[in-house]
Nanobody, 123 residues
Framework: VHLGESGGGLVQAGGSLRLSCAAS????????MGWFRQAPGKLREFVSG????????TYAESVKGRFTISRDNAKNTVYLQMNGLKTEDTADYYCAAAVGDGLYKLQNSFKYWGQGTQVTVSS
């Protein structure tokens, strides 16, 4: 199983980025997906999650209204559209896959993890 994140980079505050996570080696449509992030010196935290069908999503309060998670099961890919970026969004962003029909937020619910992509938001 491989989860490969892309789309990170350096952006000014107020800007946008779209992260992608391409999955291989698993039946993608059987997995709920999530995005997490880890800022320097901080613990990894939940950002957003989506059910395996894409019919339900959830967000951390800190990103609600600015970030949008989506998925394309035909392309085995989950996305995170990030608008209105703030300096506090600077972190390594990870996608993760969880088996099941639910919507998951806890890290130990996720079986597979990507290597992460770095997002830096400058002031």
């Amino acid at each position: 199983v491989h989860l490969g994140e892309s789309g990170g980079g350096l952006v000014q505050a107020g800007g946008s980025l779209r992260l992608s996570c391409a999955a291989s080696g698993l039946s993608f449509s059987n997995y709920a997906m999530g995005w997490f992030r880890q800022a320097p010196g901080k613990l990894r935290e939940f950002v957003s999650g989506i059910t395996r069908t894409g019919d339900s999503t959830t967000y951390a309060e800190s990103v609600k209204g600015r970030f949008t998670i989506s998925r394309d099961n035909a392309k085995n890919t989950v996305y995170l559209q990030m608008n209105g970026l703030k300096t506090e969004d600077t972190a390594d962003y990870y996608c993760a896959a969880a088996v099941g029909d639910g919507l998951y937020k806890l890290q130990n619910s996720f079986k597979y993890w990507g290597q992460g992509t770095q997002v830096t938001v400058s002031s």
